[in-house]
């Protein structure tokens, strides 16, 4: 009896060969899917998506209030006709199946929108099937926004003027504005500094520097780069008088950390190099 239960278990069980083939045909299927519903709406042909969806199908675009079903979308198929402009790419991240059911997740980067106007855009998007028959419906639909929260071109104009209002007070012996854009977390190595120090180093020194008005120097910016919440600035300086007035031929290389947050960018991290 105990072999014959032990039996019948093992046949309930799919091999793991098969699991496996399974999930790479729905796999298959499914990303085909996937790709030809985005084909249809450069088209402006949302009528793929809909012939493809369950008729349970619940969605949840990221510029939705709340999630919503096949009639929203039957309504939206003559609003989009003539909007052949959008430029879209995928990329397919990974898939869970078990049995009849599957979620494929994938991102996409959009460059322009349907009515033609530039954009840089990307989404996560899960996206949950289920099989009927020989075919693969779509029954719910997630999307959420990848993009950073700000403009880039904005963000490297705001962050340079920062920079150069930070210099801007150091000529007039105020180090104020630096230490009010500089994240509490804080750490800096300035050039001929023993050791890093943090945001409490730098309110002193914003005491010490005050009456100190005499600093000439000139920045150049060399370039930002962006990756998520983090920009990192590059600048030349090259000062002509300290601080006490002493003459002097002084060129540093610098790099700023900065970071997003509530809406604002604050300095995180410094570190300068003389160039000899």
């Not at 450069?42 to 009639?71: C, H, K, M, T």
């Not at 104009?157 to 854009?181: C, M, P, S, T």
Request: with cysteine; charged share 25%.
């Amino acid at each position: 009896m105990a072999i014959a239960v032990a039996l019948g278990a093992c046949a309930d069980e799919s091999p793991p060969g098969d699991a496996a083939s399974e999930k790479e045909a729905a796999r298959e299927a499914i990303w085909a899917k996937e790709q030809a519903v985005y084909a249809a709406r450069r088209r402006a042909d949302p009528q793929f998506y809909i012939d493809n969806a369950s008729e349970e199908y619940v969605g949840w675009s990221p510029n939705w209030d709340a999630p919503a079903g096949l009639d929203l979308l039957r309504a939206g198929v003559s609003r989009v006709q003539g909007q052949v402009h959008e430029e879209l790419s995928l990329e397919f991240e990974d898939i869970a199946v078990s049995g009849d059911a599957a979620v494929i997740y994938y991102s996409t980067h959009r460059t322009r929108l349907p009515t033609g106007e530039e954009v840089n855009q990307r989404f996560h998007v899960a996206h949950s099937w289920v099989r009927d028959g020989d075919d693969w419906k779509l029954l719910g639909a997630l999307g959420r926004s990848a993009s950073p929260p700000y403009d880039q071109e904005q963000a490297r104009a705001d962050i340079w003027a920062k920079e150069q209002a930070i210099f801007a007070g150091r000529a007039e012996g105020d180090l104020q504005y630096y230490v009010d854009n500089a994240s509490n977390q804080y750490l800096g190595w300035p050039p001929g500094w023993t050791t890093p120090s943090g945001i409490d180093q730098l309110r002193s020194g914003a005491d010490q520097m005050r009456g100190m008005d005499q600093e000439e120097l000139t920045l150049e910016l060399d370039g930002i780069s962006f990756d998520g919440n983090t920009a990192i600035s590059f600048f030349s300086t090259h000062r002509t008088r300290m601080p006490t007035g002493d003459a002097v031929d002084q060129r540093y290389e610098n790099i700023h950390v900065w970071v997003y947050a509530n809406g604002q960018w604050r300095l995180l991290s410094s570190m300068g190099r003389p160039v000899t």
